[in-house]
């Protein structure tokens, strides 16, 4: 693919933060290159680099403003915001850190042309632990890029949602010192006509980082999300909970690398396809030489409700140390017809018997501050479904 008609129409932009010469260089090698094709198989990239030059040749859409995001939490004294442009050298450190630990790469080309898209974004810092939320929205058809840098021993409750209708991308990347701890909810449930976004987590060593993950699909959504346990002892839990419904596309693909010893991943996803839907989810553990002792597992189930629905799942696991405790599974399946009997003999209709197992499937994992609005959404398009 030939990334010169979308890199002559961006704006010309100097980033202390990136070289913008080396980024359009690096996209443009990567989107013909083997592992884009690979890794994009099951929802071709094309369709995002044609939402990306719409986007720029649309006179009406607005200027990327990187507060904007930002929808409560940030006037605590603990928490220091920053738009990339006005980063001091030290702020610049901790993009770097970030920003330059394998976002922008060869897997993930959109990073690359989010960041020269949107020329500028945003850092928040986390000095101490905040007494309340960090609430982030992601409401507008633009392209964002934020970094959180947590501080060591700070403890961060974060909740991110995404909820713009048109083509947008974002990228976070995180950051979480010597025994940081963060517990971030996170949910995409706007079914919007393209959606791409990557979340990054660096854990330092004794760090704790538990995630819920819940998003529904769109006229095509991908959520890239990768973990690098970098430190002995850190830790990350993820449980998700996912409903695609008819003629909607989600695919998820995602990684956590154990680089360290002694480290900890728990990855639990629940999944629904209605109708003629597509969902793809991938999920890779990687164990590094150096990370003996580590501990990781993977689970991904789901339900088709109906025979049209397409559901393609793929666990992996890649160890390069003897001395670990792996596990990985993935099953496809529909709802018991005991199950649905057993409720009809107690006075249900089949209809409501189906809708009741199939919203206690995505509630095992459903849990956080955005558990009721997720469930809600989710009750609806089970509830538009069975009419």
């Known amino acids: 693919m030939n990334a010169a008609e979308i890199l002559s129409d961006l704006p010309a932009r100097k980033m202390a933060w990136m070289d913008s010469s080396e980024a359009a260089e690096r996209l443009s090698a990567s989107l013909v290159s083997g592992v884009v094709r690979e890794q994009w198989k099951y929802t071709p990239i094309k369709g995002f680099i044609e939402g990306f030059k719409l986007n720029l040749a649309n006179p009406a859409s607005p200027a990327p403003d990187p507060a904007a995001v930002i929808a409560d939490g940030a006037e605590q004294p603990q928490v220091r915001l920053v738009p990339f442009s006005d980063a001091t050298a030290e702020d610049l450190v901790c993009l770097r850190k970030v920003l330059h630990d394998g976002v922008f790469s060869e897997r993930y080309p959109l990073a690359d042309l989010t960041a020269l898209t949107a020329g500028n974004g945003i850092l928040i810092r986390i000095l101490e632990s905040p007494q309340h939320p960090l609430l982030i929205d992601f409401s507008v058809d633009q392209c964002c890029p934020v970094v959180i840098s947590v501080a060591p021993n700070a403890h961060l409750e974060l909740v991110e949602t995404s909820s713009a209708v048109g083509f947008h991308s974002e990228f976070m990347g995180i950051d979480l010192g010597e025994h940081a701890r963060l517990r971030h909810a996170r949910c995409t449930l706007a079914t919007a006509t393209g959606h791409w976004s990557l979340l990054q987590v660096s854990l330092a060593a004794g760090a704790d980082y538990m995630l819920?993950?819940?998003?529904?699909?769109?006229?095509?959504?991908?959520?890239?999300t990768r973990v690098l346990l970098r430190g002995s002892g850190a830790r990350v839990e993820i449980d998700g909970a996912y409903l695609v419904e008819n003629g909607c596309h989600l695919d998820q693909q995602t990684i956590v690398e154990h680089q360290a010893p002694d480290t900890f991943s728990q990855q639990r996803f629940h999944g629904i396809g209605l109708g003629n839907s597509k969902t793809t989810f991938n999920g890779r553990i990687h164990i590094h030489p150096d990370a003996p002792r580590s501990d990781a597992a993977l689970t991904n189930k789901n339900l088709a409700?109906?025979?049209?629905?397409?559901?393609?799942?793929k666990p992996e696991?890649?160890?390069?140390?003897d001395d670990v405790k792996c596990s990985h599974g993935a099953t496809v399946g529909q709802l018991s017809e005991d199950a649905i009997f057993f409720l009809r003999s107690r006075g249900l209709s089949s209809q409501n018997?189906?809708?009741?197992?199939a919203t206690a499937f995505l509630k095992t994992y459903l849990h956080g501050p955005l558990a009721k609005t997720v469930e809600q959404r989710f009750l609806e398009a089970?509830?538009?479904h069975d009419r």
Do not use: F, K, P
């Open 305 to 313: 409700l109906d025979a049209a629905a397409v559901i393609n799942t």
């Open 212 to 224: 819920q993950s819940y998003s529904t699909g769109a006229d095509r959504r991908r959520i890239d």
């Open 353 to 357: 018997a189906r809708a009741m197992l």
């Open 317 to 321: 696991l890649e160890i390069y140390s």
């Open 382 to 384: 089970l509830s538009r």
